[in-house]
């Protein structure tokens, strides 16, 4: 009976730490937030179609570099699709080009 206080102890400071750890990690990305659906291939590079009303898809963000990234916390980036932004996200662990939105605002003024 001893040993449950002394492992949730354990457990909850190791989520604890793993937390922090993942906070530390963010990282500033700018791009076009945009529809998957909607994603199209211009000069080589992908671009979002303004015109497209498509809204099946996921939102993703179409980041200055020319990479397609996905976002895990569709709600956070939702109000700003077809826009310019700036976010603050974090790298989810063990998916590649998927991000954890933690901020996200309009990018000089606007899309």
Known sequence: ???IPWLLIA???SA????SQET???T???GMLCNSTCVTQSSGHPACDQKCADK???????GDQGQI???VNQEKVQENVGKKVKMSCRKVPG???TMYVDTVSLYGGGG
């Open 24 to 26: 530390s990690q963010a």
């Open 11 to 13: 457990v909850l400071g």
């Open 56 to 62: 099946s898809g996921e939102i993703v963000l179409i």
């Open 1 to 3: 009976m001893t040993r």
């Open 16 to 19: 604890t730490y793993m937390y």
């Open 28 to 30: 500033t990305m700018t």
């Open 69 to 71: 990234i996905k976002i």
């Open 95 to 97: 998916k590649k080009d």
